[in-house]
């Protein structure tokens, strides 16, 4: 069969920005209080945008972002992952637990951004009574995204 190839044209991601970090220990979560999620290492960033648990991409466009905690908790209760914008509250998920031994919760979503001042973080909540800490790891608390199309 032959194989065609087809040419990236204008619009076309390519070679953009994409990053992927995670937290190597947890971060406190004190109750009902939005906390930043700290990323403190990086398992590659293409375009170095991602620093300090903060994603400042230098390309406008529509970037996907996923980010994931799972924190020790026996306690009924919410488990939110919230991505922040420019500081503030930009896109929201929860996990509504009943009760176990661990909650995770994550969040998917395309977003803009301007190329130049815009900036991502993730933060988390939780209400389950008491402070609870996010799991470390590459597997249970990470930051991740690429650009999907330029504006």
């Known amino acids: 069969f032959p194989v065609t190839i087809i040419k990236s044209g204008t619009g076309v991601a390519g070679n953009g ?44 466009g529509y970037y996907q972002l996923n980010a ?16 922040y914008k420019n500081g503030s509250l930009f896109k929201n998920g929860a996990q509504i637990v009943n009760s176990g031994d661990y909650v995770g919760a994550n969040i998917s979503a395309l977003v803009y951004a301007n190329g130049s001042t815009d900036y991502f973080e993730v933060y988390a909540i939780q209400n389950n009574g008491t402070t609870r800490t996010t799991l470390g790891g590459q597997a249970y608390n990470w930051f991740q995204g690429f650009l999907a199309r330029t504006a």
């Open 68 to 83: 994931n905690l799972l924190l020790v908790s026996s306690a009924a209760g919410i488990v939110g992952i919230t991505i």
């Open 17 to 60: 920005p994409a990053f992927a970090a995670w937290g190597s220990s947890g971060t406190s979560l004190t109750n009902n209080t939005n906390t930043k999620i700290t990323y403190d290492t990086e398992e590659f960033d293409t375009n170095n945008n991602f620093a300090s648990s903060r994603f400042t991409p230098t390309v406008a």
